[in-house]
């Protein structure tokens, strides 16, 4: 057996000289090659029987599908919740709209710079629209955890 390396590094072996390129030539190294391949040593056969191996892979299965349908469990409180943000944040629209008016910047007659007033739902807009991205954030981690046991099973 002959053993060379070319310029990436890559190590190549051959029993043919002919079969060597003509630049890696000078590089090539006449190794041993063993007489036969080593014997195959048996594995030691496990205490496991074929019952204990069915009874784990039921057990991981079931453990599997527990965890599934609590992490489904979650994602449908999740979306109502969910749910729930978006109903008031329309009702919240509904009552900025009733009081339009009183929310428009207005002009300071003092300093000649309008002045922006804020709604007083603002502060409530901004926690809810800020859960929400949490809690959908949350909706897919979990989701494709769900998928990541769904393939599994």
Excluded: C
Aim: overall charge negative.
């Amino acid at each position: 057996m002959y053993r060379w390396t070319d310029e990436k590094g890559t190590a190549h072996f051959t029993d043919d000289l002919s079969k060597i390129p003509p630049q890696y030539f000078e590089r090539a190294r006449k190794i041993a090659a063993p007489e036969r391949a080593p014997a195959q040593e048996e594995t030691p056969r496990s205490s496991e029987t074929k019952e204990d191996r069915v009874k784990k892979y039921l057990e991981e299965f079931d453990r599997k599908v527990e965890t599934k349908k609590n992490y489904e469990r979650r994602v449908s409180e999740l979306d109502e919740e969910l749910r729930v943000i978006k109903e008031r944040l329309k009702e919240i629209e509904e009552l900025e709209k009733v009081d339009y008016e009183y929310y428009i910047p207005f002009r300071d007659l003092r300093t000649g710079k309008f002045v922006a007033v804020a709604s007083p739902y603002y502060d409530e807009k901004v926690r809810l629209t800020k859960r929400m991205e949490i809690i959908r954030a949350e909706i897919d981690s979990l989701e494709e955890k769900i998928a990541e046991i769904k393939r599994s099973l």
